[in-house]
């Protein structure tokens, strides 16, 4: 067998890996878009702002309302010691006080 | 074989000359590969992931509050006194405004942060849909002291399992009991995990808040073209508040997760430096037996431009497989491992950890960028150096 029909079942192989992702993909977004409808509702009847994903520091838990990242926010001293706002960016509202 | 035209012949040959001749070199090129495939997993897990988040908030968030109005005091928020809704009474083409108490409850036992929220849930948008995003129960009525609905991982952190009664401090800690109504679904985990609703009067107690006070007001219009003009009309009114519309609020995320992160960027700089020592030590020149090896084609009777499809073809396959491996692996990592390696990072100290069922967001842009920051630079780094190399009179490489 020639090198190159190797690399060719190997390519075969990995868009068939791929192609089986997309229908993944599909399936899921299926499945999300009936969930997002009650999440949706949710957010309007309770007035939600954000996800709940990090918990750990205002401004990761509701970076829409919270005070913006600041230096000494959370006793003096603290330059920024929670993980996540290593991760988070800053919201970019300029005109938020 | 015959009817393959001559010159797709001539580069099928090339290609397996090439991959005889990366086989030969198996666990240096294997090596390159695997790296080249880590660094495009790194970037491609971030990319999804944080697109994945992006898209979430984009679609559930578009019922927020037409407008939020938060009290400031000495550069912080504080509870805004009710009677500041009587102030807005004049602005014509408010349709609602809402007093919430909201906050947050440090449980120093399981050092788990919750958010408490109260607020009159009947005369919400959709609130009398409410309960639908409850497994079991319903919301606090205002005549049901001690009463809340929890989140699935309030629930788990608090050990409730079949009981319903639970106890949270008040700041001068004494106990105040509540009694569980209701518990939120599995399938709004994304928004309500670490949430403790409750009626107002309990949640002014429980934070020992004045009946007089609440943490911020939620504003309806009538028309939803005027958020923008009213928000500016509140602002005026009440120069002590930050007033924030739903505009911005949505605004939010579209930004708060990007390349300018702290995380992102070392990411981003890490890849980038690997690719330049790369590039730098392929640029640098061939090795010798590389050189003798290009010299020895040369005599054979190949062209320059046959040893530059060579390199061509080895570097592509490299890096475009590379390329592949990376971003299916990252699709898999946060599709089916929640993004395990990130998550970490992402969710920090905390100690609720919600479940993450996203959707990986794969874009031509991130895809395209991606690519253009490994497969690229490699391409040039390999084939400029054997297009020098080509260049010399064989004679002078194999002495």
Same mark, same amino acid.
């Given at each position: 067998?020639?090198?190159?029909? @190797?690399?060719?079942?190997? #390519?075969?192989l990995?868009? $068939?890996?791929?192609? *089986?992702?997309?229908?993944?993909? +599909?399936?899921?977004?299926?499945?999300?878009k009936?969930?997002?409808?009650?999440?949706? @509702?949710?957010?309007?009847? #309770?007035?939600?702002?954000d $996800?709940?994903?990090? *918990?750990?520091a205002?401004?990761? +838990?509701h970076?829409?309302?919270?005070?913006?990242?600041?230096?000494f926010?959370?006793?003096?001293?603290?330059?920024?010691?929670?993980p996540?706002g290593?991760?988070?960016?800053?919201?970019?509202?300029?005109?938020?006080? | 074989?015959?009817?393959?035209?001559?010159?797709?012949?001539?580069?099928?040959?090339?290609?397996?000359?090439?991959?005889?001749?990366?086989?030969?070199?198996?666990?240096?090129?294997?090596?390159?590969?695997?790296?080249f495939?880590?660094v495009?997993?790194?970037?491609?897990?971030?990319q999804?992931?944080?697109?994945?988040?992006?898209?979430?908030?984009?679609?559930?968030?578009?019922?927020?509050?037409?407008i939020?109005?938060?009290?400031?005091s000495?550069?912080?928020?504080?509870?805004?006194?009710l009677?500041?809704?009587?102030?807005?009474?004049?602005?014509?083409?408010?349709?609602?405004?809402?007093?919430?108490?909201w906050?947050?409850?440090?449980?120093?036992s399981?050092?788990?942060?919750?958010?408490?929220?109260?607020?009159?849930?009947?005369?919400m948008?959709?609130?009398?849909?409410?309960?639908?995003?409850?497994?079991?129960?319903?919301?606090?009525k205002?005549?049901?002291?001690?009463?809340?609905?929890?989140?699935?991982?309030?629930?788990?952190?608090?050990?409730l399992?079949?009981?319903?009664?639970?106890?949270?401090?008040?700041?001068?800690?004494?106990?105040k009991?509540?009694?569980?109504?209701?518990?939120?679904?599995?399938?709004?985990d994304?928004?309500?995990?670490?949430?403790?609703?409750?009626?107002?009067?309990?949640?002014?107690?429980?934070?020992?808040?004045?009946p007089?006070?609440?943490?911020?007001?939620?504003?309806?219009?009538?028309?939803?073209a005027?958020?923008?003009?009213?928000?500016?009309?509140?602002?005026g009114?009440?120069?002590?508040?930050?007033?924030?519309?739903?505009?911005?609020?949505?605004k939010?995320?579209?930004?708060?997760?990007?390349?300018?992160?702290?995380?992102?960027?070392?990411?981003l700089?890490?890849?980038?430096?690997?690719?330049?020592?790369?590039?730098?030590?392929?640029?640098?020149?061939?090795?010798?037996?590389?050189?003798?090896?290009?010299?020895?084609?040369?005599?054979?009777?190949?062209?320059?431009?046959?040893?530059?499809?060579?390199?061509?073809?080895?570097?592509?396959?490299?890096?475009?497989?590379?390329?592949?491996?990376?971003?299916?692996?990252?699709?898999?990592?946060?599709?089916?491992f929640?993004?395990s390696?990130?998550?970490p990072?992402m969710?920090?100290w905390s100690?609720?950890?919600?479940?993450?069922?996203l959707?990986?967001?794969?874009?031509?842009?991130?895809?395209?960028?991606?690519?253009?920051?490994?497969?690229?630079?490699?391409?040039?780094?390999?084939?400029?150096?054997?297009?020098?190399?080509?260049t010399?009179?064989?004679?002078?490489?194999?002495?």
């Amino acid at each position: 067998m020639r090198p190159s029909h @190797i690399l060719l079942f190997f #390519l075969l192989l990995l868009i $068939l890996i791929d192609g *089986t992702l997309y229908l993944h993909a +599909r399936r899921l977004d299926n499945d999300l878009k009936s969930e997002q409808a009650l999440q949706a @509702i949710t957010v309007a009847g #309770l007035g939600l702002t954000d $996800l709940c994903i990090a *918990t750990e520091a205002r401004y990761t +838990r509701h970076p829409a309302v919270s005070d913006a990242m600041a230096p000494f926010m959370d006793h003096p001293g603290a330059i920024e010691h929670f993980p996540t706002g290593s991760f988070w960016n800053a919201p970019a509202n300029t005109d938020k006080r | 074989m015959a009817m393959i035209p001559k010159s797709l012949e001539k580069q099928i040959n090339i290609l397996d000359f090439s991959l005889s001749s990366l086989w030969r070199r198996k666990l240096k090129n294997l090596g390159i590969m695997l790296v080249f495939a880590l660094v495009i997993f790194l970037l491609g897990s971030f990319q999804m992931l944080t697109g994945a988040l992006t898209n979430s908030a984009e679609a559930v968030l578009g019922n927020t509050p037409e407008i939020t109005i938060q009290k400031m005091s000495a550069g912080r928020q504080e509870a805004i006194p009710l009677a500041y809704i009587e102030k807005l009474r004049s602005i014509y083409g408010i349709r609602a405004i809402i007093p919430r108490v909201w906050g947050y409850y440090f449980d120093e036992s399981n050092l788990a942060n919750f958010t408490v929220l109260a607020l009159e849930s009947d005369l919400m948008p959709y609130g009398s849909e409410l309960n639908l995003s409850l497994v079991h129960g319903h919301f606090p009525k205002r005549t049901e002291p001690g009463t809340a609905v929890i989140g699935r991982s309030v629930q788990n952190i608090l050990g409730l399992e079949e009981r319903r009664v639970f106890s949270l401090f008040r700041p001068d800690l004494s106990l105040k009991s509540f009694n569980v109504i209701g518990l939120f679904s599995r399938q709004t985990d994304l928004l309500t995990n670490d949430l403790i609703v409750m009626n107002l009067d309990d949640a002014r107690d429980l934070f020992a808040m004045p009946p007089s006070m609440a943490t911020d007001l939620c504003v309806y219009v009538a028309n939803p073209a005027e958020i923008e003009t009213i928000a500016k009309k509140i602002a005026g009114m009440l120069p002590d508040t930050r007033v924030l519309t739903k505009t911005q609020i949505q605004k939010t995320y579209q930004v708060v997760f990007s390349w300018r992160s702290g995380f992102a960027s070392i990411c981003l700089l890490t890849a980038l430096v690997a690719f330049a020592i790369l590039a730098w030590d392929k640029a640098s020149g061939l090795s010798p037996e590389e050189k003798r090896e290009i010299g020895i084609l040369k005599i054979l009777g190949w062209e320059t431009g046959d040893i530059l499809a060579v390199r061509f073809w080895e570097s592509t396959l490299v890096s475009s497989l590379a390329f592949i491996i990376g971003c299916t692996a990252a699709y898999m990592h946060v599709a089916f491992f929640d993004a395990s390696l990130l998550k970490p990072v992402m969710v920090g100290w905390s100690v609720i950890h919600p479940p993450f069922k996203l959707l990986p967001a794969v874009t031509l842009g991130d895809l395209l960028l991606i690519f253009t920051f490994s497969v690229l630079p490699y391409l040039a780094a390999t084939v400029i150096p054997a297009w020098r190399c080509s260049t010399v009179p064989p004679d002078s490489v194999i002495r």
